[in-house]
């Protein structure tokens, strides 16, 4: 059952909501075709409950109205068209004041902060022409330096009850940060907010550092590092900085690591004597398998949410395409068939779609397809585009896009499953590689 707010819903696996009547208690949605208007919703400044929250009412409130309206499904009504405003938590909602203006969703709340600088947020969330709170309200609390998450957490709670799908704001990102002209970029690991905010880096530039990605928990990244000469995998504490190579075997090189879901075995492409295939090493006994034996090359694994499959690309076939196969090896399946090269291949957390890149007729795209190969759908198209990544909730990828030229310069964008709302993530400077976080806890 899905609670809805009115008449319209974002897009949920490329379809879209039927309308729906206005009624008390939880709406029935039924999941069908088409394209809709954004929802259109007021979020009234949050009121500061003493003095010393003045500053981060308005800020948390943007960043709610900012979270809500990237996502392409929400439209946010301006502050000069309403005809109420919103003084205290505590007060009744004038619904025909916010029906007037067409607001299908209002969310309103309060901030505080308290004598030894704790934050407390509360909200409501309102169905307008129901007349009614979608949901209870809920309060939520930090540090005052945490202010920005805890108006993700708010955002994420409005975006579920409303499209009935989780949430993704409260998210980070971990991508190579580069700067440097595009013959000698210095090339360094980042993490950010999914939105570009609160940037840090995690390693210096001193050597070339590729394909980082997230653990399953968001606390470990795996990545690449080229520091001794060749390629060597590294595990990274994000909290602590410290990290390790992993499976450090003379006249080897490995690349493209990816975490299991159970978060204690990886797999990677081990290259030795000129052939490359895939493997798997347990991170508590250090024991290292074997999952493929052929001439070909075998690299960018990814696992399906539960753990069970793989799929990886692979030149086997002549050209560069996709493979399904058993998680522990086994015979691999082919799914890619359309014209062209395919790679970078990446399991949905819902586990219904497969995202890659494809190279054709001297294009990239970001594509998506269902884990048998049908489907398939091309969501970017650009002069470069690489290296998918999934938000939390499944309905979102960030993907890396350079630009052409001698001066052309590498960006981190996002785009729906759909292939709507192409957006550019606002972050200062050049990035690539992004691997998206599960939700923060």
Known sequence: ????????????????ALPAQAQNGPLRIVIDEGVIEPLPFAVPEFVAENAAAAEYAQNITRVIAADLEGTGLFREIPREAFLSTVTSFASPVQYADW????????????????????LSVKFRLYDVYAQAPLGDGLQFGGATGSWRRVAHKVADQVYARITGEGGYFDSRVV????????????????????????MQALTDANSIVIAPRFSPTGDRVLYTSYESGFPRIYLLDVATGQRRVLDDQPGT????????????????????GGNTDLYELDLQTGRRSRLTDAPSIETAPSFSPDGSQIVFESDRSGTQQLYVMPANGGEPRRISFGQGRYGTPVWSP?????????????????????????????????FLDEGPTWAP???VIMFTRE???????????TVDITGRNLRKVPYQGQGSDPSWSPLQP
């Open 1 to 16: 059952m899905l609670r809805l707010l009115t008449a319209i819903l974002a897009l949920v696996l490329g379809h879209a």
């Open 99 to 118: 029906k007037a203006i067409n607001a299908q969703a209002l969310i309103t709340g309060a901030v505080s902060v308290d004598g030894s600088g704790r």
């Open 175 to 198: 991508f190579v940060a580069e700067r440097g002209p595009k013959n000698e970029r210095a090339k360094q690991l980042a993490i950010m907010d999914y939105d570009g905010a609160n």
């Open 253 to 272: 090189m490995t690349f493209a690591p990816r975490f299991a879901p159970d978060g204690r075995r990886v797999q990677f492409s081990l290259s030795q």
């Open 350 to 382: 819902r586990g219904d779609y497969i995202a890659f890149t494809k190279q054709n007729q001297g294009r990239f795209h970001i594509g998506v397809m269902r884990t048998d190969g049908s489907e398939e759908r091309l969501l970017t198209a650009s």
């Open 393 to 395: 909730n499944g309905r």
């Open 403 to 413: 630009t052409a030229g001698a001066a052309g310069a590498p960006g981190l964008y």
